[in-house]
C-alpha cells in the first residue's frame, strides 16, 4: 500500500504502517550516523540534552557527499542500520518516531520499536543520487566538526521509504524471505 505521511512522525501515524507499505515522508527529518550518535549517547550519559528533540522526530541514517553548484545536498544515499543498533533502543525509549536506513535490525532493536510504537524504514542503497533530489534544504545543526556525519536538519518531500519493521514487529525482510520461499 502506498501512503503519504509528514515527519515529525506521531503514534497514529507509525502505528498505522504497515511491514511492506511504501511511504513518501515529507516534512522534517535529521541525519544522524555513527560518530553523532556516540556523541548523543555521550551526551546522556552525562546528563545534558540531546542537540535536537527526539521526540517524533525521524532520524536518517546517512552522510552525504558534497552539494553541487545549486543544489542543497549531494548525493544521499542510506547507510547501514545495524552500525547505530548500540545507541538505538535508548533514543527510542526517548521518543523517537522513526528511523530510516538499510539492512536488518537487532533483536534489542525491535523490541524497543515494538515497545515504543515506532518504525523502521529502509531508503534504497545506491540511489543516492535520486534520493536527494527529495531533499529541498539541508543545514547542520549539531557537531559540525564531525564533517559529513555532523547531525542536519534535512526538509524532505516525497521521500520515498519503504516500511521493514513496523510498530507491531512485523519484518519485512522475513515475511518476504517466506513468501519467496512459497513461489
Do not use: W
Amino acid at each position: 500500500m502506498e501512503k503519504k505521511i509528514t515527519a515529525p512522525v506521531d503514534k497514529e501515524t507509525a502505528k498505522s504502517l504497515k511491514a511492506g507499505d511504501y511511504v513518501y515522508i515529507t516534512g522534517t527529518i535529521y541525519t544522524a550516523r555513527d560518530a553523532a550518535h556516540k556523541r548523543m549517547q555521550e551526551a546522556l550519559q552525562e546528563g545534558e540534552n540531546l542537540p535536537v528533540d527526539i521526540k517524533g522526530n525521524v532520524i536518517y541514517y546517512m552522510g552525504p557527499s558534497p552539494a553541487r553548484e545549486g543544489r542543497p545536498i549531494g548525493s544521499a544515499g542510506p547507510t547501514t542500520a545495524s552500525r547505530m543498533d548500540r545507541y538505538t533502543p535508548e533514543l527510542l525509549d526517548l521518543g523517537m518516531g522513526a528511523m530510516i536506513g538499510k539492512g536488518k535490525r537487532s533483536k534489542e532493536v525491535i523490541d524497543a520499536i515494538v515497545r515504543n510504537g515506532s518504525v523502521y524504514f529502509a531508503a534504497i542503497g545506491g540511489a543516492g543520487a535520486l534520493l536527494s533530489k527529495c531533499i529541498k534544504e539541508s543545514t547542520v545543526v549539531a557537531y559540525d566538526d564531525l564533517g559529513t556525519e555532523a547531525i542536519r536538519e534535512l526538509k524532505v518531500e516525497n521521500f520515498p521509504v519503504i516500511v521493514v519493521i513496523d510498530s507491531e514487529g512485523n519484518n519485512l525482510y522475513e515475511t518476504a524471505l517466506l513468501k519467496y520461499k512459497e513461489i
